[in-house]
Each structure stands twice: as C-alpha cells, then as structure tokens.
C-alpha cells in the first residue's frame, strides 16, 4: 500500500521537526531502492540499462554543469556537499523539479564505481544526484563488472546443481 500526500505549502523543511519515525521511513525507502537497484545490475549489464526516459538528457546536462565530472573516479563527498558543490548541484537538480518524480528524495550511492553498497562506501545524496552519476558510469560501463560477477556465480550454482560428478 503506498499513500502519496502533498508536501504542505506552508512547510519549512530546514526549521521543522525531525521525528525518528519518518527518517526511518526514509531510510527504510533508499535502502529498498539501494538493493533492486543492485539487484537489476546483477541481472542487466549497466551499459544497456537506462534509468529514466530522460537519461540522454541528464548525461548531456552533467557533462555541460560538471566538464570535470569523473565517473572512474571515487566522489569527494566534502567537495560535492561543500557549499559551492551543493549550489551547483541545487541548480543541477532544479532543471528536473517537474520532470523526474523524488528528484529530491534522499538515495544511497555508492562513493566509488569499484565498489559494493557498505557503510563506507556510501553516500546519501538527493535522487538527481544519484540518477546523474549512476547514468554517466553506466554509460562508461563501469557497472558492468556487477553483472560479470553474478554472471560467474550463476554459473557456479548451476554447474554445483547438475552433480559435478563424472565417475566412471
């Protein structure tokens, strides 16, 4: 069951209270989209996966805003939240208010593309964020290696469960 309501017009979301409930619905939320998103590049090789029906666009748009962008590279998480990193990334962002749905929902990302999902290695940064990076390392196929792995470990369990055995 999922229950949508509209965000109060009158709401100040830096003054408002955090309640412990609501920030462990949101966490409980960018860990579920944390493991499918895993889950579909151990199934998709990233290079042919597409994320949104604007992925062309926001590659174009992170190349143009972000020249110096990297995706081989770990992500200097005081550089992207310092505050410079965070006004270019809130203009970034913007462009995509009415166009990507929870464009400014928090989402978990990986620092690094060499690595899993851990403690330290993650990064919580808005959905745009997210969408921007993830697309540009998909597109450099450096999430391809996901799929490989669990490719091999596919085989592996199928291998394992036809009976190994060739006696004789």
């Known amino acids: 069951m999922s229950i949508t309501t509209q965000v109060p017009s009158n709401f ?7 309640f412990e409930d609501i920030e462990k619905q949101f966490a409980v939320k960018a860990v579920q989209q944390m493991a499918t998103y895993w889950a579909i590049l151990e199934k998709v090789p990233g290079s042919k996966l ?21 995706p081989a590279e770990p992500i200097n998480e005081d550089e992207m939240k310092s505050k410079s990193g965070k006004e ?18 928090g989402t978990l990302l990986r620092a690094s593309p060499k690595t899993e999902y851990g403690e330290k290695e993650t990064i919580f940064v808005p959905r745009m ?40």
Request: charged content about 40%.
């Open 12 to 18: 100040d979301a830096e003054n408002a209270d955090n």
């Open 50 to 70: 597409r994320l949104t029906k604007m992925d062309d666009d926001i590659f174009e748009h992170l190349k143009r805003d972000f020249p110096e962008f990297d």
């Open 129 to 168: 964020q997210f969408y921007a990076v993830e697309i540009a390392r998909n597109r450099a196929g450096l999430n391809d290696w996901i799929y490989e792995e669990a490719e091999k470990e596919r085989k592996k369990a199928k291998g394992n469960s036809e009976g190994g055995s060739n006696s004789a």
């Open 88 to 105: 270019r990334w809130r203009t970034f962002m913007m462009a995509y208010d009415k166009k990507i749905d929870d464009y400014n929902f």
